[in-house]
């Protein structure tokens, strides 16, 4: 009797795993198979940051991203199955902590961007949504600020690829 309920177990668990495994990925991945070329236009910088490579270090980053990370080939606006393309709506290097003495130690880079996924096969938007991330930085340490900068678009594009790649 102990050898048929050891079976029986062993071959729920040995079903469970290999019907598991059939059903569910790991990856999280969700593009359709039917959208292999992706455009992105250089995003629109419509925050009045005055930052003139913003724009293009956000869509180059994010564009890095989609093409090394995922099975997306780069295409253009003739030929592409689908389009990402975002705004830059916030920028924002703002006093973040000040000291008892009333003086800034800190300031907070924010910037929030607004992303269009359309599928261009099917013309539908996939989906629309709005990032927004921040980074601190040490008041008068122009590298420390340049790196701030660089960490909010890698924050950003981070978040925009799991958006595109995702089902959560």
């Not at 070329?37 to 629109?44: L, S, V």
């Not at 990032?131 to 008041?139: G, L, R, V």
């Not at 660089?150 to 690829?161: G, N, P």
């Amino acid at each position: 009797m102990k050898k048929f309920f050891y079976f029986i177990l062993a071959a729920a668990v040995g079903i469970a795993l290999v019907t598991g495994c059939g059903i569910y990925s790991f990856t999280g991945a969700s593009i359709p198979p039917h959208l292999k070329r992706i455009y992105i236009p250089t995003f629109q910088d419509k925050s009045s940051s005055g930052l003139v490579t913003l724009k293009d270090d956000l869509t180059n980053e994010v564009t890095t991203r989609l093409t090394t990370q995922s099975s997306f080939e780069l295409g253009t606006q003739q030929v592409a199955d689908c389009r990402l393309e975002g705004s830059v709506l916030v920028y924002s290097n703002q006093p973040y902590i000040i000291s008892q003495g009333q003086s800034v130690k800190s300031n907070r880079i924010s910037v929030r961007v607004t992303v269009i996924y359309r599928d261009l096969v099917k013309k539908e938007t996939i989906w629309e949504n709005s990032f927004e991330n921040w980074s601190d930085y040490t008041i008068g340490d122009q590298t420390a600020e340049q790196e701030a900068l660089k960490e909010v678009i890698t924050k950003l594009a981070d978040d925009i690829f799991s958006k595109v790649v995702s089902n959560w």
